[in-house]
């Protein structure tokens, strides 16, 4: 069943993010406008829009939220393995997306001093 959504998910997201699912939207808003005057503006008219954009945007957060989870981790994967790669697989960054939030931190405050460290060097090298 996990493959299953995960296979609908990615061809709605697709789907969705297609100009031809924009031409639709417009198509579909301009014939619910048109059939306005039809209906006399009732209230039915009005709550089928309101229903129909209440549902339809909940449904798409899922699918492209899932979509969007397997391509971070996708992303996430690769990058782990260039790192290993290139590091020997010493590198501190392999699996980053795992560390808690204070461990990021720690790892961005050390990073950004060793930056500091070499523009700082550099600039008392360029003044010599």
Do not use: C, Y
């Not at 979509?67 to 393995?81: F, G, M, Y």
């Not at 790669?85 to 950004?112: C, H, M, R, V, Y």
């Amino acid at each position: 069943m996990n493959d299953l959504f995960h296979q609908f998910a990615k061809r709605a997201s697709d789907a969705s993010g297609s100009p031809w699912a924009f031409a639709i939207s417009v198509f579909v808003l301009f014939v619910w406008a048109v059939t306005g005057p039809f209906f006399h503006f009732s209230d039915t008219w009005q709550l089928t829009i309101n229903t129909a954009s209440s549902i339809i945007p909940t449904i798409m957060v899922f699918l492209i939220q899932n979509t969007q989870n397997r391509d971070a981790r996708a992303l996430h994967l690769k990058i782990d393995e260039l790192l290993r790669l290139a590091e020997g697989g010493k590198s501190p960054f392999i699996n980053l997306q795992t560390l808690s939030d204070d461990e990021i931190n720690q790892l961005a405050n050390w990073l950004s001093a060793i930056i500091r460290s070499n523009s700082n060097s550099q600039d008392t090298s360029d003044s010599h």
